[in-house]
């Protein structure tokens, strides 16, 4: 113990007398001779909001200077300014790792050439027009070290929260053909068509040219829920108005199902043949992330209705005790599972008939399937509302087209949520108007037309992510079709829209 004691004080007293001995003392007054960059703040300015957030750093990066790629490490901000930032009077701190004078490098104003040799010297107080900062160059403290850097100063040039639309297709079919629905199924766009005699099948993978599938579908039946079509763990499943269960792993052949089927009572877990498939609902994942269809079932004893769930499609359990909640809609309903900001799994079902056969007002919300919560007690923003779709996108929900009663079209062509289903309103039209701008130039002078969404229902709405040339992925909703029951007018035409701010390359939340 004692040797520990003295071996520590001795290495004490050694390091006191290293650090008191001239060669161990760093000369500061050495000019140090490493060039490199460190920081670049921008000055806070009244009348630039959010100029002083810019956050910069070195990336590999490249630009064209007098006609000639090159690529240089950059100092950029990878988080673009928001849009239409003036970046023309700009107060900029650099920090470097040793420096005596920094130079800017411009373009020239009227010509765009640059010339390396003709530059601007930092002072610490300059205002300068980013616009034309092309290089930055720094000398280390040793007026012999230097290191240029390409600078770049990314502004948004384009709206980050605007809708941008765009009509794709005219018309995919001619027939008649008012029982739709579209799906994305094994990398495309498939759209099933019924006219009530026929049924047909239309596939795009873009949603421009749509091929004609129809000779290849096989055993769907005249009397099944087209728009009930849903995928669930690599199928696609829907009902007829029999109660039987069609599937297919292919989008083509289809399969009855019903043979196949079990019933089994939540209540003693006993089987039991009195209940059919009414109508699916969605499929979501339950507190233990099994994912489960869901689905309304029927007693053929005494028509009741009953919640019922399946893990495989084939064994589903009936709660045989409780019926579905009074208001609840039976079909011609708009559902969708999704997760929500907090990550969890939830559902909403909107609209619909209910079992009286009137139309239904109610937004019901769930986390579980067998809780439900009514959000009309709270908010009628809704009204009664049959033949809408809907899709949970930016955090958001949309809600496309839709019919009040008889037959009339909503009076909004879509309506958003943005607290999850509880409250409804008419989407600011500056940034979300579903309309095509057409732009041409006449004698210098721009001219704007547009092209208009018009109001259906009945319509699908389907989200596809495609990659982009920038990098990353720009999110799609598709508006296929749809039909206008007042004028008996089927639509075939395809739009499709996504918010700017979702291909950029990070996101600053909603």
């Not at 001239?22 to 050495?30: E, F, S, V």
């Not at 920081?39 to 200077?65: C, H, Q, R, W």
């Not at 007018?489 to 600053?508: A, E, H, I, M, T």
Request: proline share 3%; glycine share 6%; hydrophobic share 35%.
């Amino acid at each position: 113990m004692k040797l520990r004691v003295f071996s520590y004080l001795s290495f004490i007293s050694l390091i006191i007398t290293f650090s008191s001995c001239d060669w161990l003392n760093i000369d500061t007054d050495l000019p140090a001779t490493d060039p490199g960059f460190y920081s670049l703040s921008f000055a806070k300015n009244d009348s630039v909001p959010g100029l002083e957030y810019a956050s910069f750093e070195v990336v590999l990066d490249t630009m064209y200077i007098n006609g000639v790629l090159h690529a240089d490490s950059t100092i950029v901000n990878i988080d673009s300014l928001p849009y239409n930032t003036d970046i023309r009077n700009v107060i900029p701190t650099y920090t470097w790792n040793s420096t005596s004078t920094t130079y800017l490098i411009l373009k020239d104003s009227v010509t765009g050439e640059i010339n390396e040799n003709e530059k601007i010297t930092l002072t610490g107080t300059d205002t300068i027009n980013y616009n034309r900062v092309v290089m930055v160059k720094n000398v280390a403290e040793n007026d012999s070290t230097s290191r240029t850097y390409l600078m770049k100063v990314n502004v948004h040039k384009v709206e980050p929260e605007l809708y941008v639309w765009q009509k794709l297709t005219d018309q995919i079919f001619s027939h008649s053909g008012s029982h739709q629905k579209a799906v994305w199924f094994d990398n495309k766009i498939m759209l099933y068509v019924s006219s009530g005699i026929r049924q047909y099948l239309y596939t795009s993978t873009e949603g421009i040219v749509w091929n004609d599938q129809s000779a290849s579908l096989s055993n769907l039946p005249t009397n099944c829920n087209i728009r009930e079509i849903m995928e669930y763990a690599g199928k696609l499943f829907l009902t007829s108005d029999d109660g039987k269960l069609y599937s297919t792993t292919d989008g083509y052949s289809w399969t009855n199902q019903d043979n196949s089927i079990s019933w089994i009572k939540k209540s003693d877990n006993s089987q039991t043949t009195n209940y059919v498939l009414a109508t699916l609902l969605f499929a979501m994942n339950d507190e233990n992330q099994n994912d489960n269809l869901w689905a309304i079932s029927q007693s053929t004893i005494d028509s009741s209705y009953h919640f019922a769930t399946s893990t495989d499609a084939l064994t589903w359990k009936i709660d045989d005790v409780n019926q579905i909640p009074d208001n609840f809609p039976i079909g011609d309903f708009s559902a969708i599972s999704f997760y929500s900001r907090t990550n969890q799994p939830k559902a909403l079902v909107a609209g619909g008939i209910l079992a009286s056969g009137e139309q239904s007002q109610h937004v019901w919300s769930t986390e579980n399937g067998n809780y439900w919560v009514d959000f009309s007690t709270e908010n009628l923003s809704v009204g009664p509302l049959t033949g809408a779709s809907i899709t949970w996108y930016n955090d958001k929900f949309f809600l496309f087209g839709g019919e009040t009663k008889n037959g009339n079209l909503a009076d909004s062509t879509y309506l958003v949520s943005r607290d999850e289903g509880l409250s409804w309103s008419v989407p600011d039209t500056t940034y979300n108007y579903l309309r095509e701008p057409h732009i041409t130039i006449i004698d210098g002078t721009a001219d704007t037309t547009y092209t208009y969404y018009e109001p259906r229902a009945y319509q699908t709405v389907v989200q596809v992510s495609k990659d982009n040339n920038l990098g990353t992925k720009d999110y799609y909703i598709y508006l296929i079709g749809g039909y206008n029951q007042r004028e008996a007018k089927v639509y075939s035409d395809v739009w499709r829209g996504k918010l700017n701010r979702l291909s950029f390359l990070r996101q600053d939340g909603d």
